[in-house]
Protein backbone atom coordinates (compact mmCIF):
# COMPACT_ATOMS: atom_id res chain seq x y z
CA UNK A 1 0.00 0.00 0.00
CA UNK A 2 1.06 3.32 -0.98
CA UNK A 3 1.76 6.14 2.10
CA UNK A 4 2.16 9.43 0.86
CA UNK A 5 3.56 10.88 4.02
CA UNK A 6 6.46 7.71 3.76
CA UNK A 7 7.40 8.73 0.28
CA UNK A 8 7.32 12.75 1.50
CA UNK A 9 9.98 12.49 4.41
CA UNK A 10 12.11 9.62 1.85
CA UNK A 11 12.15 13.11 -0.65
CA UNK A 12 12.81 15.84 1.77
CA UNK A 13 16.08 13.50 3.65
CA UNK A 14 17.34 12.80 0.10
CA UNK A 15 17.35 16.59 -0.67
CA UNK A 16 19.46 16.86 3.32
CA UNK A 17 21.23 14.03 2.16
CA UNK A 18 22.97 16.16 -0.54
CA UNK A 19 24.14 18.77 1.51
CA UNK A 20 23.47 21.56 -0.62
CA UNK A 21 20.09 22.86 1.04
CA UNK A 22 19.24 25.33 3.66
CA UNK A 23 16.71 24.09 6.13
CA UNK A 24 14.46 26.33 5.13
CA UNK A 25 14.98 26.01 1.53
CA UNK A 26 14.21 21.89 1.89
CA UNK A 27 10.71 23.22 4.05
CA UNK A 28 9.63 25.30 1.06
CA UNK A 29 10.45 23.26 -1.28
CA UNK A 30 8.63 20.41 0.50
CA UNK A 31 5.41 23.18 0.77
CA UNK A 32 5.82 23.34 -3.49
CA UNK A 33 5.49 19.76 -3.26
CA UNK A 34 2.65 19.27 -1.29
CA UNK A 35 0.91 22.32 -3.15
CA UNK A 36 1.24 20.17 -6.54
CA UNK A 37 0.22 16.63 -4.98
CA UNK A 38 -2.77 18.17 -3.88
CA UNK A 39 -3.75 20.18 -7.15
CA UNK A 40 -3.24 16.39 -8.61
CA UNK A 41 -5.50 15.06 -6.64
CA UNK A 42 -8.34 17.71 -6.99
CA UNK A 43 -8.13 16.03 -10.57
CA UNK A 44 -8.82 12.24 -9.70
CA UNK A 45 -4.91 10.76 -9.73
CA UNK A 46 -4.15 8.40 -6.67
CA UNK A 47 -1.89 9.66 -4.50
CA UNK A 48 0.92 7.48 -5.94
CA UNK A 49 0.06 8.67 -9.57
CA UNK A 50 0.35 12.77 -7.98
CA UNK A 51 3.43 12.05 -6.12
CA UNK A 52 5.11 10.69 -9.00
CA UNK A 53 4.20 13.24 -11.12
CA UNK A 54 4.97 16.59 -8.75
CA UNK A 55 8.30 14.87 -8.41
CA UNK A 56 9.06 15.03 -11.77
CA UNK A 57 7.87 18.61 -12.20
CA UNK A 58 9.89 19.96 -9.63
CA UNK A 59 12.89 18.07 -10.57
CA UNK A 60 15.06 15.07 -9.55
CA UNK A 61 17.28 15.71 -6.24
CA UNK A 62 20.47 15.78 -8.08
CA UNK A 63 19.31 18.30 -10.31
CA UNK A 64 17.27 20.72 -7.61
CA UNK A 65 20.75 20.53 -5.02
CA UNK A 66 23.01 21.29 -8.07
CA UNK A 67 21.01 24.81 -8.80
CA UNK A 68 20.58 25.31 -4.72
CA UNK A 69 24.55 24.96 -4.96
CA UNK A 70 24.54 27.89 -6.61
CA UNK A 71 22.94 29.97 -4.19
CA UNK A 72 24.60 28.68 -0.84
CA UNK A 73 27.45 28.04 -2.12
CA UNK A 74 29.49 25.49 -1.25
CA UNK A 75 29.62 23.91 2.13
CA UNK A 76 33.34 25.02 3.19
CA UNK A 77 31.87 28.48 2.37
CA UNK A 78 29.34 28.33 4.91
CA UNK A 79 31.78 26.25 7.50
CA UNK A 80 33.65 29.42 7.67
CA UNK A 81 31.13 31.64 7.44
CA UNK A 82 32.34 33.42 4.05
CA UNK A 83 29.58 35.06 1.50
CA UNK A 84 30.36 37.40 -0.73
CA UNK A 85 26.55 39.27 0.45
CA UNK A 86 27.00 42.61 2.32
CA UNK A 87 23.74 41.65 4.27
CA UNK A 88 25.40 38.13 5.15
CA UNK A 89 28.16 40.15 6.14
CA UNK A 90 26.32 42.07 8.07
CA UNK A 91 23.68 39.64 9.98
CA UNK A 92 27.29 37.74 10.80
CA UNK A 93 28.56 40.61 12.53
CA UNK A 94 25.65 41.54 14.39
CA UNK A 95 24.97 37.83 15.48
CA UNK A 96 28.82 38.11 16.44
CA UNK A 97 28.23 41.33 18.67
CA UNK A 98 25.36 39.44 20.14
CA UNK A 99 27.15 36.55 21.05
CA UNK A 100 29.68 38.28 22.99
CA UNK A 101 27.52 40.57 24.71
CA UNK A 102 25.29 37.56 26.24
CA UNK A 103 28.75 35.85 26.70
CA UNK A 104 30.03 39.03 28.89
CA UNK A 105 26.65 38.84 30.90
CA UNK A 106 26.89 35.68 31.43
CA UNK A 107 30.53 36.24 32.88
CA UNK A 108 29.52 38.93 35.14
CA UNK A 109 26.51 37.08 36.33
CA UNK A 110 28.83 33.71 37.23
CA UNK A 111 30.90 36.91 39.56
CA UNK A 112 27.63 38.15 41.58
CA UNK A 113 28.29 35.38 44.46
CA UNK A 114 32.11 37.12 44.60
CA UNK A 115 30.41 40.73 44.85
CA UNK A 116 28.70 39.05 48.31
CA UNK A 117 31.66 37.84 49.49
CA UNK A 118 30.85 34.14 48.87
CA UNK A 119 34.54 32.50 48.09
CA UNK A 120 34.23 29.46 45.84
CA UNK A 121 36.97 27.95 47.51
CA UNK A 122 35.82 28.65 51.16
CA UNK A 123 37.35 25.50 53.99
CA UNK A 124 33.84 24.18 54.37
CA UNK A 125 33.24 23.96 50.54
CA UNK A 126 29.82 26.18 51.79
CA UNK A 127 30.78 28.73 48.71
CA UNK A 128 31.83 26.04 46.36
CA UNK A 129 27.77 24.66 46.80
CA UNK A 130 26.41 28.07 46.43
CA UNK A 131 27.91 28.23 42.82
CA UNK A 132 26.93 24.95 42.15
CA UNK A 133 23.33 25.56 42.88
CA UNK A 134 23.33 28.24 40.54
CA UNK A 135 25.43 27.50 37.73
CA UNK A 136 23.08 26.87 35.14
CA UNK A 137 21.70 30.42 36.16
CA UNK A 138 24.31 32.22 34.91
CA UNK A 139 24.27 30.72 31.04
CA UNK A 140 20.98 29.51 30.33
CA UNK A 141 18.90 32.74 30.57
CA UNK A 142 21.35 34.53 27.96
CA UNK A 143 21.04 31.18 25.84
CA UNK A 144 17.16 31.48 26.12
CA UNK A 145 17.06 35.35 25.38
CA UNK A 146 19.10 33.96 22.14
CA UNK A 147 16.70 32.13 20.87
CA UNK A 148 13.84 34.38 21.69
CA UNK A 149 15.76 37.24 19.76
CA UNK A 150 16.88 35.39 16.46
CA UNK A 151 13.62 33.45 16.41
CA UNK A 152 9.90 35.58 15.29
CA UNK A 153 8.86 36.82 18.44
CA UNK A 154 6.42 35.28 20.71
CA UNK A 155 4.64 36.74 23.69
CA UNK A 156 3.58 33.25 24.94
CA UNK A 157 7.40 31.76 24.94
CA UNK A 158 8.51 35.32 27.03
CA UNK A 159 5.86 35.01 30.01
CA UNK A 160 6.64 31.05 30.24
CA UNK A 161 10.37 31.44 29.93
CA UNK A 162 10.76 34.86 31.72
CA UNK A 163 8.62 33.61 35.30
CA UNK A 164 10.64 30.23 35.11
CA UNK A 165 13.94 31.56 35.78
CA UNK A 166 13.32 34.16 37.80
CA UNK A 167 11.19 31.65 40.52
CA UNK A 168 13.81 29.20 39.86
CA UNK A 169 16.55 31.83 40.40
CA UNK A 170 14.52 32.77 43.87
CA UNK A 171 13.68 29.58 44.98
CA UNK A 172 16.99 28.40 44.80
CA UNK A 173 18.63 31.01 46.82
CA UNK A 174 16.33 31.17 49.24
CA UNK A 175 16.90 27.14 50.17
CA UNK A 176 18.89 26.96 52.86
CA UNK A 177 22.49 24.89 52.43
CA UNK A 178 23.19 22.57 55.41
CA UNK A 179 25.52 19.79 56.08
CA UNK A 180 26.23 17.45 54.64
CA UNK A 181 24.82 19.68 51.49
CA UNK A 182 22.67 16.67 49.46
CA UNK A 183 19.87 18.53 48.73
CA UNK A 184 22.29 21.30 47.33
CA UNK A 185 24.17 18.88 44.54
CA UNK A 186 21.08 17.33 43.45
CA UNK A 187 19.75 20.51 43.01
CA UNK A 188 22.27 21.78 41.37
CA UNK A 189 22.68 18.20 39.40
CA UNK A 190 18.75 18.67 38.23
CA UNK A 191 18.12 22.27 37.48
CA UNK A 192 20.13 22.83 34.07
CA UNK A 193 17.74 19.59 32.67
CA UNK A 194 14.89 21.85 34.23
CA UNK A 195 15.69 25.10 32.75
CA UNK A 196 16.91 23.48 29.53
CA UNK A 197 13.77 21.95 28.84
CA UNK A 198 12.20 25.34 29.64
CA UNK A 199 14.54 26.94 27.00
CA UNK A 200 12.79 23.69 24.92
CA UNK A 201 9.04 26.46 24.66
CA UNK A 202 12.16 29.49 23.42
CA UNK A 203 13.38 26.84 20.80
CA UNK A 204 9.95 25.15 19.33
CA UNK A 205 8.06 28.45 20.27
CA UNK A 206 4.04 28.07 19.10
CA UNK A 207 5.34 24.41 17.53
CA UNK A 208 6.35 22.67 21.31
CA UNK A 209 3.25 20.09 20.92
CA UNK A 210 4.90 19.65 17.71
CA UNK A 211 6.76 16.38 17.72
CA UNK A 212 8.77 16.77 14.72
CA UNK A 213 10.02 20.61 16.01
CA UNK A 214 10.33 18.42 19.87
CA UNK A 215 13.02 15.88 18.05
CA UNK A 216 14.68 18.41 16.46
CA UNK A 217 15.45 19.83 19.35
CA UNK A 218 16.81 16.58 20.71
CA UNK A 219 19.00 16.44 17.75
CA UNK A 220 20.15 20.53 18.44
CA UNK A 221 20.44 19.37 21.89
CA UNK A 222 23.11 16.51 21.33
CA UNK A 223 25.07 18.85 18.80
CA UNK A 224 24.99 21.70 21.25
CA UNK A 225 26.54 19.08 23.94
CA UNK A 226 29.13 17.93 21.03
CA UNK A 227 30.27 21.49 20.13
CA UNK A 228 30.41 22.63 24.14
CA UNK A 229 32.92 19.45 24.92
CA UNK A 230 35.22 20.60 21.96
CA UNK A 231 35.46 24.53 22.95
CA UNK A 232 35.57 23.11 26.63
CA UNK A 233 38.64 20.64 25.83
CA UNK A 234 40.28 23.81 23.80
CA UNK A 235 39.71 26.21 26.96
CA UNK A 236 41.38 23.88 28.82
CA UNK A 237 44.17 23.39 27.18
CA UNK A 238 44.36 27.23 26.81
CA UNK A 239 44.44 26.96 30.92
CA UNK A 240 46.93 24.66 31.49
CA UNK A 241 49.51 25.95 28.73
CA UNK A 242 49.00 29.32 30.16
CA UNK A 243 49.32 28.28 33.23
CA UNK A 244 53.33 25.90 32.78
CA UNK A 245 54.18 29.69 31.05
CA UNK A 246 53.64 31.27 34.12
CA UNK A 247 54.96 28.76 36.16
CA UNK A 248 58.50 29.42 34.48
CA UNK A 249 58.54 32.81 35.04
CA UNK A 250 60.31 33.35 38.49
CA UNK A 251 59.63 36.54 39.05
CA UNK A 252 55.60 35.98 39.67
CA UNK A 253 53.55 34.19 42.60
CA UNK A 254 52.02 31.53 40.27
CA UNK A 255 49.15 31.28 42.88
CA UNK A 256 48.09 35.09 42.49
CA UNK A 257 48.65 34.22 38.70
CA UNK A 258 46.08 31.74 38.77
CA UNK A 259 43.25 33.08 41.20
CA UNK A 260 42.90 36.02 38.69
CA UNK A 261 43.42 34.09 35.58
CA UNK A 262 40.04 32.07 37.45
CA UNK A 263 37.92 34.76 38.41
CA UNK A 264 38.67 37.40 35.73
CA UNK A 265 39.60 35.38 32.43
CA UNK A 266 38.54 31.43 32.84
CA UNK A 267 35.31 32.25 34.56
CA UNK A 268 34.38 34.34 31.62
CA UNK A 269 35.49 31.78 28.65
CA UNK A 270 33.62 28.78 30.63
CA UNK A 271 30.43 30.50 30.40
CA UNK A 272 30.35 31.94 26.59
CA UNK A 273 31.07 28.10 26.06
CA UNK A 274 27.60 26.58 26.19
CA UNK A 275 26.15 29.71 23.97
CA UNK A 276 29.18 29.86 21.50
CA UNK A 277 28.04 26.35 21.04
CA UNK A 278 24.31 27.09 20.46
CA UNK A 279 25.07 29.53 18.27
CA UNK A 280 27.33 27.72 15.69
CA UNK A 281 24.81 24.80 15.58
CA UNK A 282 21.58 27.44 15.01
CA UNK A 283 23.36 29.34 12.50
CA UNK A 284 24.73 26.42 10.77
CA UNK A 285 21.75 24.29 10.76
CA UNK A 286 22.24 23.04 7.21
CA UNK A 287 25.53 21.46 8.07
CA UNK A 288 24.80 20.35 11.76
CA UNK A 289 21.98 18.16 10.38
CA UNK A 290 24.35 16.49 7.62
CA UNK A 291 26.95 15.93 10.48
CA UNK A 292 24.64 14.06 12.83
CA UNK A 293 23.85 11.07 10.88
CA UNK A 294 27.58 10.17 10.50
CA UNK A 295 28.59 10.97 14.40
CA UNK A 296 25.55 8.96 15.21
CA UNK A 297 26.64 5.72 12.84
CA UNK A 298 30.47 6.34 14.38
CA UNK A 299 29.41 5.85 17.97
CA UNK A 300 26.42 3.93 18.48
CA UNK A 301 28.60 0.91 17.54
CA UNK A 302 31.16 1.79 19.39
CA UNK A 303 28.75 2.73 22.35
CA UNK A 304 27.82 -0.85 21.81
CA UNK A 305 30.77 -2.98 21.78
CA UNK A 306 31.52 -0.73 25.19
CA UNK A 307 28.33 -1.63 27.42
CA UNK A 308 29.01 -5.32 26.06
CA UNK A 309 32.36 -5.52 27.05
CA UNK A 310 31.29 -3.48 30.29
CA UNK A 311 28.32 -5.86 31.55
CA UNK A 312 30.97 -8.90 30.73
CA UNK A 313 33.52 -7.64 32.71
CA UNK A 314 31.17 -6.82 35.87
CA UNK A 315 29.98 -10.49 35.52
CA UNK A 316 33.28 -11.94 34.95
CA UNK A 317 34.97 -9.78 37.71
CA UNK A 318 32.18 -10.49 40.33
CA UNK A 319 31.85 -6.59 40.65
CA UNK A 320 29.02 -5.92 43.29
CA UNK A 321 27.06 -3.19 42.76
CA UNK A 322 24.78 -3.93 46.01
CA UNK A 323 27.82 -3.17 48.24
CA UNK A 324 29.84 -1.29 46.02
CA UNK A 325 28.89 2.15 45.99
CA UNK A 326 31.16 3.50 43.23
CA UNK A 327 30.71 0.81 40.75
CA UNK A 328 26.86 1.56 41.22
CA UNK A 329 27.38 5.08 40.57
CA UNK A 330 29.54 3.79 37.10
CA UNK A 331 26.61 2.03 36.02
CA UNK A 332 24.58 5.02 36.51
CA UNK A 333 26.84 6.93 34.18
CA UNK A 334 26.59 4.55 31.66
CA UNK A 335 23.42 4.66 31.45
CA UNK A 336 23.10 8.44 30.99
CA UNK A 337 25.44 8.14 28.16
CA UNK A 338 23.66 5.28 26.29
CA UNK A 339 20.48 6.81 26.33
CA UNK A 340 21.24 10.44 25.33
CA UNK A 341 23.39 8.21 22.85
CA UNK A 342 20.10 6.15 21.31
CA UNK A 343 18.11 9.55 21.75
CA UNK A 344 20.44 11.06 19.69
CA UNK A 345 20.91 8.24 16.78
CA UNK A 346 16.92 8.55 16.63
CA UNK A 347 16.79 12.25 16.35
CA UNK A 348 19.60 11.57 13.52
CA UNK A 349 17.91 9.03 11.50
CA UNK A 350 16.33 9.18 8.37
CA UNK A 351 13.16 10.03 7.98
CA UNK A 352 12.12 7.01 6.60
CA UNK A 353 9.84 3.83 7.59
CA UNK A 354 12.66 1.46 5.81
CA UNK A 355 14.34 -0.98 8.65
CA UNK A 356 17.95 0.13 8.59
CA UNK A 357 21.18 -1.72 10.32
CA UNK A 358 21.71 0.87 13.04
CA UNK A 359 17.87 0.78 13.94
CA UNK A 360 18.85 -2.88 14.93
CA UNK A 361 22.15 -1.47 16.59
CA UNK A 362 19.60 0.65 18.56
CA UNK A 363 17.74 -1.42 19.71
CA UNK A 364 20.82 -3.73 21.20
CA UNK A 365 22.10 -0.57 22.91
CA UNK A 366 18.62 -0.12 24.55
CA UNK A 367 18.39 -3.54 25.70
CA UNK A 368 21.72 -3.37 27.33
CA UNK A 369 20.74 -0.25 29.06
CA UNK A 370 17.68 -1.75 29.79
CA UNK A 371 20.14 -4.66 31.49
CA UNK A 372 22.06 -2.34 33.29
CA UNK A 373 19.01 -0.06 34.78
CA UNK A 374 17.15 -3.36 36.15
CA UNK A 375 20.76 -4.08 37.81
CA UNK A 376 21.29 -0.67 39.23
CA UNK A 377 17.70 -0.68 40.39
CA UNK A 378 17.47 -3.79 42.19
CA UNK A 379 21.44 -2.46 43.51
CA UNK A 380 19.57 1.03 44.70
CA UNK A 381 16.25 -0.89 46.76
CA UNK A 382 19.01 -3.33 48.46
CA UNK A 383 20.72 -0.64 49.60
CA UNK A 384 17.57 1.29 50.98
CA UNK A 385 16.35 -1.44 52.66
CA UNK A 386 19.55 -1.59 54.19
CA UNK A 387 20.46 1.99 55.13
CA UNK A 388 16.76 3.44 54.74
CA UNK A 389 16.02 6.33 52.92
CA UNK A 390 18.10 9.23 52.24
CA UNK A 391 18.29 12.43 49.49
CA UNK A 392 20.66 10.68 46.83
CA UNK A 393 19.23 7.08 46.90
CA UNK A 394 15.59 8.71 46.88
CA UNK A 395 16.52 10.54 43.83
CA UNK A 396 18.72 7.50 41.92
CA UNK A 397 15.28 5.11 42.93
CA UNK A 398 13.01 7.65 40.86
CA UNK A 399 15.32 8.31 38.35
CA UNK A 400 16.44 4.69 37.77
CA UNK A 401 12.23 3.98 37.78
CA UNK A 402 11.65 6.91 34.90
CA UNK A 403 14.79 5.88 32.59
CA UNK A 404 13.76 2.35 33.00
CA UNK A 405 10.21 2.88 31.38
CA UNK A 406 11.42 5.14 29.32
CA UNK A 407 14.16 2.62 27.74
CA UNK A 408 11.27 -0.24 27.93
CA UNK A 409 8.77 2.13 25.71
CA UNK A 410 11.45 2.54 23.04
CA UNK A 411 12.27 -1.13 22.68
CA UNK A 412 8.57 -2.07 22.39
CA UNK A 413 8.16 0.62 19.50
CA UNK A 414 11.31 -0.54 17.96
CA UNK A 415 10.13 -4.08 18.04
CA UNK A 416 6.40 -3.20 16.77
CA UNK A 417 8.73 -1.07 13.66
CA UNK A 418 10.77 -4.11 12.95
CA UNK A 419 7.09 -6.35 12.38
CA UNK A 420 5.68 -3.75 10.74
CA UNK A 421 2.77 -3.25 13.44
CA UNK A 422 3.78 0.76 14.33
CA UNK A 423 5.51 3.60 12.38
CA UNK A 424 8.78 5.03 13.71
CA UNK A 425 6.78 8.34 14.17
CA UNK A 426 4.87 6.54 17.52
CA UNK A 427 8.71 6.37 18.94
CA UNK A 428 9.46 9.61 18.14
CA UNK A 429 6.21 10.66 19.64
CA UNK A 430 6.53 8.29 22.39
CA UNK A 431 10.12 10.21 23.92
CA UNK A 432 8.95 13.66 22.87
CA UNK A 433 6.26 13.03 25.09
CA UNK A 434 8.86 11.87 28.03
CA UNK A 435 10.36 15.46 27.99
CA UNK A 436 7.45 16.37 30.19
CA UNK A 437 8.75 13.34 32.79
CA UNK A 438 11.59 14.65 32.65
CA UNK A 439 10.48 18.23 33.17
CA UNK A 440 8.59 17.42 36.24
CA UNK A 441 10.73 14.82 37.99
CA UNK A 442 13.61 17.30 37.48
CA UNK A 443 11.79 20.09 38.68
CA UNK A 444 10.51 17.91 41.55
CA UNK A 445 13.86 17.22 42.79
CA UNK A 446 15.32 20.54 42.16
CA UNK A 447 12.76 22.27 44.27
CA UNK A 448 10.82 20.22 47.04
CA UNK A 449 13.37 17.67 47.25
CA UNK A 450 15.88 20.04 49.88
CA UNK A 451 12.33 20.73 51.82
CA UNK A 452 11.06 16.76 52.00
CA UNK A 453 14.75 16.09 53.01
CA UNK A 454 15.47 19.16 55.72
CA UNK A 455 17.83 20.85 53.01
CA UNK A 456 20.92 18.57 54.03
Given at each position: ???L?????EW??????????????I??L????????D??????????????????????????A????????????????????????????Q?????????????????I?????I????P????G???????????????A??????????????????????I????????????????????????????????????T?D?????V?R?????????????S??L???????????????????????K????F?????L???????????V????A???I????????????????????????????L??A????D???????????????????Y?I??R?????????????????????????????????R?????F????????????????N?????????LF???????????????????????W????AF?????FD??
Amino acid sequence: MFDLESKIKEWSDALRQKGKFMHDDILELESHLRDEIDNLIKKDLSEEEAFIIAVKRLGDTHSLAEEYAKINNSIWKELIFYENDKEYKKKIIQDIFLIVLLSLIAGTLAKIPQFFGIDAYSPDNWGGKIYFKNISLFFLPCIAFFFLYKKPFNFKSLFFITPAFIISAVVINLTPIIYPYHTAILTGLHLPFFLWLVICVAYTKDKWRDTVRRMDFLRFSGESFIYSVLLFCGVMILYIFTMIIFKNISLLDIKDIEKFYVNNILIYTLCAIPIIAVYLVEAKKSIVENIAPILARIFSPLFLITMIFFIFSALLLKADPYSDRNFLIAFNIMLFIVLGLTIYVISARKKTEKILFFDWINLMLIICAIIIDTIALSAIISRINIYGFSANKTAALGINIILLINLSGLAFFYILFFIKKSKFILMEKWQTFYLYIYFIWTGFVAFIFPVIFDFK
